[in-house]
């Protein structure tokens, strides 16, 4: 879209493109649909009709200091007369001068055909590496069918009703991006939450790479940093348990690390200085509408260490900056200050809920040795090699300007993790260090390069062996600390994966609100703005009745228009476990006797006649549908 409508093609390429793009992108449609989630009009189909709107108003370069009746009638008149060109030469409207546009020739800003392979290479792999690592531990998922994971559903689900403010401990951002992301792709909420986990682990690979290799110019270092993020669990406090949770944490770091080198250098985000700024308070705003404890207790400090390094000579650059930090501040700020007062709500109280965890916690078996063992060694590295670049920094300030800066500032919560007093929330700082210790990482080894860079090789040549180094260091540290529970086979109580399954199976191909289903109450959230939900005890005491007496009127439209409690919904999908034993959710002998019930129950309706089939089955899960009235569920057979 952006190589149609631009009047250039950018200087920057691969993922020197790729990266600032998702983060304007994410950015935008976060603080773009918050804004219409405050107006009530949030919907997928306004959101992309605005996107489309401002297209629209990009590939026509309108100028609004200017006339905009004269500009819109030059563009009519060149239209029409483009259009009269092309058919009196019968010639295509579309061809390939219509895509050709004029590139930058700042040669700073753009990639070597070797670097773009390169880049194109790793943003491929990283990304899936990470993906095949966190399905490997699947099995030891605790997440996903949680009372957590029941809840953030619910948030989901409530954001269709336009419900975002005082969420005790969220801030909301993350389940709209869910929510979009659940639209976009046409799956249900619950799919969207189970997966989205694993999609922003994947997406922070490659995010953590391309950071890395801004700040050191090297592949090998940011290589190192993704891969140590998508591996080396033994060396991170992430629990394995809950790596299917999705983390606003991880979502807000999407956003914020490449918005903390943009700060460092503004002229890798836009050639345009003017527009890089402005952008600025959109980034930080999107960050704090999706963690305040990111926004606050991340960027605040990293902005304060990089005022140290740049008030002398570019006072009017980080004055920009720390401008635009306190404006989404105090924007985001007076919002909820405002929704509070209305709602009657304590503000103070919703604020200091989201700088503390509820629903995760720090377990970290597999560690080589205690976390609280490890800061230890971290710090005490750390401390070694930021004194190295302090000597770099002295030499280069501007090629050693961003490993300082990431270095003292990882150096700061390093120490924060140690004083173990009250100050920040350790499951939150923890998850915080999951995502800077790989970076941490690559500008280590960026510094032990530099230090052998004595040795006079070629420079694809110095690559090669960098890399080939890195990964075999990588690869050694895997074989012999990856968690042994590690299996891609799906085997072990897989009875959740069928049941998203099935119930986008039924969501897809029905009407909402035009069928039930009956399932365990924990599963009621599925229902939410879907459709209507039974439980077993319902469905085994009283739908026999409700279904007799159907029947006996079904075809008296006027006892059923004064008597409309009677109608049943048009299609009834009643959800059957089988081997009951191998089920997490089902070892208690009442829902064993409430499924022993219920097969009792279909099987009665099935000798009364009525209309059942088998609508999914697997060996761990059956789901029965009794179609009431033919024709008035399925879309499929609304259509046709």
């Given at each position: 879209m952006h190589r149609l409508i631009s009047t250039r093609i950018s200087a920057l390429t691969a993922l020197n493109f790729l990266i600032p793009t998702i983060t304007l992108v994410l950015?935008?449609?976060?603080?773009?649909?918050?804004?219409?989630?405050?107006?009530?009009?949030?919907?997928?189909?306004?959101l992309i009709s605005i996107v489309i709107m401002l297209t629209m108003v990009t590939f026509m370069k309108l100028d609004f200091s200017k006339s905009l009746k004269d500009q819109l009638q030059r563009i009519y008149s060149r239209t029409i007369l483009y259009a009269t060109i092309k058919l009196e030469k019968r010639k295509s409207f579309l061809d390939r001068d219509n895509i050709i546009k004029p590139t930058y020739k700042n040669k700073e800003q753009g990639l070597s055909r070797y670097h773009k392979n390169w880049q194109l290479a790793i943003g491929f792999l990283l990304p899936v590496i990470t993906y095949i690592s966190r399905n490997s531990l699947f099995q030891q998922d605790i997440y996903t069918l949680?009372?957590?994971?029941?809840?953030?559903?619910?948030?989901?689900?409530?954001?269709?009703?336009?419900?975002?403010?005082?969420q005790s401990g969220e801030m909301m951002g993350d389940y709209l991006l869910i929510n979009l992301y659940s639209k976009i792709t046409h799956i249900t909420y619950a799919q969207a939450l189970q997966s989205f986990g694993v999609l922003e682990s994947a997406l922070l690979s490659l995010i953590i790479y391309w950071v890395v290799f801004k700040i050191s110019r090297k592949h090998s270092s940011g290589i190192m940093a993704g891969l140590s993020f998508a591996l080396l669990y033994s060396f991170l406090p992430i629990n394995i348990e809950l790596l299917a949770q999705h983390k606003s944490v991880f979502t807000a770091l999407v956003i914020a690390l490449p918005t903390m080198f943009f700060c460092i250098y503004p002229q890798s985000f836009r050639l345009n200085r003017r527009m890089s700024f402005g952008w600025m308070p959109i980034l930080f705003s999107a960050v704090l509408m999706i963690d305040i404890f990111v926004g606050i207790f991340v960027?605040?400090?990293?902005?304060?260490?990089?005022?140290?390094?740049?008030?002398?000579?570019?006072?009017?650059?980080?004055?920009?900056?720390?401008?635009?930090?306190?404006?989404?501040?105090?924007?985001?700020?007076?919002?909820?200050?405002?929704?509070?007062?209305?709602?009657?709500?304590?503000?103070?109280?919703?604020?200091?809920?989201?700088?503390?965890?509820?629903?995760?916690?720090?377990?970290?078996?597999?560690?080589?040795?205690?976390?609280?063992?490890?800061?230890?060694?971290?710090?005490?590295?750390?401390?070694?090699?930021?004194?190295?670049?302090?000597?770099?920094?002295i030499k280069k300030p501007q090629k050693w300007l961003a490993s300082i800066v990431f270095l003292i500032f990882i150096n700061i919560f390093f120490g924060i993790y140690q004083l173990d007093e009250v100050l920040v929330d350790l499951d939150i700082l923890s998850q915080v260090l999951c995502i800077f210790i790989p970076i941490f990482f690559g500008i280590i080894l960026n510094i032990l390069i530099d230090l052998l860079s004595f040795f006079n090789l070629a420079p694809r040549r110095a690559i090669t062996i960098e890399v080939s180094g890195g990964i075999l260091t990588i690869g050694a540290l895997v074989l012999f600390t990856f968690p042994g529970a590690a299996s891609l086979n799906f085997e072990t109580d897989k009875t959740k994966n069928l049941i998203f399954e099935a119930y986008s199976k039924i969501q897809s191909k029905h009407l909402p609100y035009s069928y039930a289903v009956v399932n365990s109450t924990p599963y009621s959230s599925f229902s939410k703005n879907s459709h209507y939900y039974y439980d077993y005890d319902y469905f085994n005491n009283r739908y026999i009745t409700r279904d007799r007496e159907f029947n006996k009127y079904k075809d008296d439209t006027q006892y059923l228009n004064n008597n409309p409690n009677v109608i049943l919904p048009q299609s009834l999908f009643v959800f059957i476990y089988n081997n009951m034993e191998d089920s997490k959710f089902a070892k208690n002998e009442k829902i064993k006797d409430q499924q022993v019930i219920a097969q009792q129950r279909i099987d009665l309706l099935k000798a009364k006649g009525r209309n059942i089939d088998t609508y999914y089955q697997n060996n761990d899960l059956t789901v029965y549908q009794i179609v009431n009235k033919t024709g008035s569920s399925n879309v499929n057979e609304l259509l046709y």
């Open positions: 950015a935008a449609v976060l603080t773009g649909s918050f804004v219409l989630v405050l107006t009530r009009t949030f919907d997928l189909f306004v949680s009372s957590s994971w029941f809840n953030n559903l619910e948030l989901i689900n409530g954001l269709s009703l336009d419900k975002w403010f005082f960027l605040f400090p990293f902005l304060l260490i990089l005022f140290l390094f740049k008030f002398r000579d570019n006072l009017k650059q980080i004055s920009q900056l720390i401008f635009a930090y306190l404006a989404s501040v105090i924007l985001i700020g007076s919002i909820y200050g405002l929704a509070a007062l209305i709602k009657g709500e304590d503000f103070l109280a919703f604020l200091m809920s989201n700088f503390y965890s509820f629903d995760t916690y720090t377990y970290n078996p597999h560690l080589i040795i205690p976390f609280d063992e490890l800061i230890y060694y971290y710090q005490f590295a750390g401390i070694v090699f930021l004194i190295i670049t302090i000597f770099n920094y």
